[in-house]
């Protein structure tokens, strides 16, 4: 059973940083591309970052790019999100996802894997 465990949310304030987690286990997903979403309340779940089986990787355009990093430990089976100079806006439920193919996308329905999501607080 593939499971996908966030960790490293929390409360920060405005221009902090934090460092999320995603621990896949059950299968592996070192030539899969992962992802991660974010969720804010009242709004609808939207891509943020992801990285492909090759290590390419992609970003929201505008809201995050410049800020954010994604990166993966193929050994740890592991992907991760480096937040820095946070804002209030940024404050919502972060998803980590996974899909069966290599190859990136931005689109929710494209990956078969999720977390059950971390909470991101950033206080002005």
């Known amino acids: 059973q593939v499971q996908l465990v966030e960790s490293g949310g929390g409360l920060v304030q405005a221009g902090g940083s934090l460092r999320l987690s995603c621990a896949a286990s059950?299968?592996?997903?070192?030539?899969?591309?992962m992802g991660w979403f974010r969720q804010a309340p009242g709004k609808e779940r939207e891509f943020v970052a992801a990285?492909?089986?090759?290590?390419?990787?992609?970003y929201a355009a505008g809201s995050v790019k410049g800020r954010f990093t994604i990166s993966r430990d193929n050994a740890k089976n592991t992907v991760y999100l480096q937040m820095n100079s946070l804002k209030p806006e940024d404050t919502a439920v972060y998803y980590c996802?996974?899909?069966?193919?290599?190859?990136?996308?931005?689109?929710?329905?494209?990956?078969?894997?999720w977390g059950q999501g971390t909470q991101v607080t950033v206080s002005s």
């Open positions: 059950g299968r592996t997903f070192s030539s899969a591309a």
């Open positions: 996802a996974a899909r069966d193919r290599s190859s990136i996308v931005t689109n929710t329905q494209l990956y078969e894997y």
């Open positions: 990285i492909g089986g090759t290590g390419g990787m992609l």
